[in-house]
């Protein structure tokens, strides 16, 4: 199942974002140029605000209030477009592309050296909304999900986030690589089209940065690492776990906030894509896809869900970092969601409908 692949075919957008073809074996993409009037780009940036009771940074783009929402399936900007006057793929087919967003919450990561500043010294702090904000495109079928793929191409997908975990990882200014997929209009997706994004960050994204901290402190107290015993705990007990392979654990976490959330973990410590093998990354593509298709069988229509792929450098501040998928719906039962009310959205502080254990049982039954 491995996916032989070469170096991506790039191109280049009529405003100069750039744009990156990744092909299964024997396929050659054949784009062609870009002939829409897009308006230069640089005219409105984003900017990072440092909020002083959180301390954390709020990027603010008011440039996302323009993107596109929820177009007619032939105006859809992931579907080829051979006559390259439409979509933001000038190709008639591909396999998987991933191309810088029109309308990013960060940009300018392209090689300039950036340095936050110190948030902590009074007053209004802000600073440019450096970083990268790239569309992956999971396949040229409008129709399909992630799901639906083949093998081979769900691998060709994590291919695509390993290359371009690496190359983010490797710019100026970029301290945290996140790639993810929100699937389904009750998660607030404008786009059909089966697709993610992938967000290089300036600095550590707050729960990134919370996770890291308790890692530290129980390596301190227990030397070890946090999360591969959540990992050695959650297999021992068995009762969420719903699938388990010769390199991937998939259960649902025992204080899990949402009404399915699975965790999905290599069964050996790495800290991000790159670290992985060949023969782990098919296993990764194989699990992730299992995980998914459960999800489509839980109820009569498909879950909607968040996938976020946790990722970390070989860094001091990061060196606890263990890679691992945390996927989430906000679907409760097949007629009801879940809104985050006064006590999620404004204290942080969640409370379950569903007990873990049953929705892992449920899972378990849908293999």
């Known amino acids: 199942m491995t996916a032989v692949t070469n170096q991506p075919t790039r191109w280049r957008l009529a405003d100069g974002r750039e744009l990156l073809f990744f092909s299964l074996p024997g396929h050659e993409p054949a784009p062609v140029p870009d002939l829409r009037p897009l308006p230069p780009r640089g005219e409105r940036l984003s900017q990072l605000r440092f909020d002083r009771q959180t301390q954390q940074w709020v990027a603010v783009a008011a440039l996302r209030q ?9 105006q859809c900007p992931l579907c080829p477009g051979a006559s390259g006057d439409v979509s933001e793929v000038p190709a008639p087919d591909y396999d998987v592309v991933v191309f810088e967003n029109r309308f990013p919450s960060l940009s300018g990561a392209d090689g300039r050296a950036f340095t936050l500043p110190d948030g902590d010294g009074g007053g209004f702090v802000d600073a440019p909304g450096h970083g990268r904000c790239e569309v992956i495109s999971f396949s040229s079928s409008h129709t399909a999900s992630f799901a639906d793929l083949a093998l081979p191409h769900a691998r060709l997908v ?8 690496h190359d983010l990882m490797g710019r100026p200014g970029i301290e945290q690589v996140f790639c993810f997929e929100n699937r389904g209009e009750e998660i607030g997706v404008t786009l059909t089209h089966p697709h993610g994004q992938i967000y290089g960050y300036p600095y550590l994204t707050p729960r990134t940065a919370h996770m890291l901290a308790a890692a530290r402190a129980h390596a301190e107290r227990h030397g070890s690492n946090l999360f591969a015993d959540i990992l050695a705990d959650e297999v021992a007990d068995g009762s969420r776990v ?3 392979t010769e390199s991937f654990t998939a259960f649902v976490p025992f204080a899990a906030r949402w009404p399915v959330e699975v965790h999905l973990y290599p069964n050996r410590f790495v800290r991000n894509l790159g670290e992985l093998t060949e023969a782990e990354l098919d296993g990764f593509a194989a699990v992730y896809c299992d995980v998914l298709r459960r999800f489509d069988r839980m109820y009569p229509t498909p879950l909607p869900y968040i996938s976020a ?4 450098r070989d860094s001091e501040s990061q060196r606890e970092g263990y890679f691992h998928v945390e996927l989430m719906s906000v679907r409760r039962s097949a007629t009801k969601l879940k809104f985050l009310a006064g006590s999620e959205s404004a204290m942080d502080a969640f409370i379950s409908d569903v007990t873990p254990e049953s929705v892992a049982a449920r899972l378990r039954e849908l293999a």
């Open 66 to 74: 323009d993107r596109t929402y929820k177009p007619n399936a032939d």
């Open 158 to 165: 994590v291919d695509a986030w390993r290359d371009r975990t």
């Open 242 to 244: 719903i699938a388990r």
């Open 309 to 312: 792929l946790h990722q970390y």
